[in-house]
């Protein structure tokens, strides 16, 4: 199969409320392009330097997400046109978001990205956190950014009793968040949880977005 094959069966996979975003990470801006020429527009990344150097020489109709770790000292890099930030891990950095944000006038999608995996090294905040960081009063005067939802990356095993647990826990993370803090809002509504290897689970148990890279781009 092709990129333009694998492209579209996984779209077939996906329900269509599902949103697809190509992890393009490793790809250099001529393989972008082949799936961008297959009208596929939605793309994420995860140095704030790679994003900054695509998006200057590829059309400017992409739509960029940031899937990666984000340093403060990186923000104002894509703060220009990123279009959501999937992993906000701290208060700090969603000032930080907020403040480069308010410089371009503009106003930035946020996820809060949760620590769902068993492993120790990924980045993520606790249900505690979350709450922590949505009773401060720092958070309740940041009117640049916005909080769309919650992303979550599960264990890398092959256990899928285990993956979809850790799916299920986020779900219930952004329900008990929803019922709390963003009841009213609408725009409040993503789920970002789901990779290549296990998009289909994720799906399964209310993912909104997923983010796929191998499935597309490694033949
Ligand atoms: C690389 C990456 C993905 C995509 O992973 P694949 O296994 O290649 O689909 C998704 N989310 C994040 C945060 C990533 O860094």
Redesign the pocket.
């Given at each position: 199969m092709n990129l333009a094959d694998r492209l579209r069966k996984i779209k077939e996979e996906i329900p269509e409320k599902v949103k697809l975003i190509a992890?393009s990470?490793t790809e250099n801006v001529n393989t972008i392009k082949q799936v961008y020429d297959c009208n596929h527009k939605i793309f994420?990344e995860?140095k704030a330097i790679d994003v900054y150097d695509k998006y200057i020489i590829l059309p400017k109709d992409i739509e960029w997400h940031f899937?990666?770790h984000l340093q403060t000292n990186k923000v104002k890099n894509i703060s220009t046109f990123v279009n959501l930030i999937?992993?906000v891990d701290s208060l700090k950095l969603l000032v930080e978001i907020n403040k480069e944000a308010k410089k371009k006038n503009r106003i930035i999608d946020c996820l809060l990205e949760f620590h769902i995996a068993i492993e120790e090294s990924k980045y993520g905040l606790s249900l505690n956190d979350a709450e922590g960081l949505l009773n401060s009063e720092m958070f309740n005067i940041l009117e640049n950014i916005r909080i769309t939802g919650v992303m979550g990356?599960a264990t890398f095993t092959e256990d899928k009793q285990q993956i979809r647990k850790e799916f299920v826990n986020l779900r219930k993370y952004f329900d008990l968040i929803k019922g709390k803090y963003f009841a009213e809002m609408d725009y409040f509504r993503e789920i970002s949880m789901g990779?290549?290897?296990d998009y289909k689970i994720a799906i399964e148990e209310g993912s909104t977005m997923v983010?796929?890279?191998?499935?597309i781009f490694k033949p």
């Open positions: 992890i990470k994420g995860n899937v990666g999937h992993s990356m990779m290549s290897s983010r796929i890279g191998t499935a």
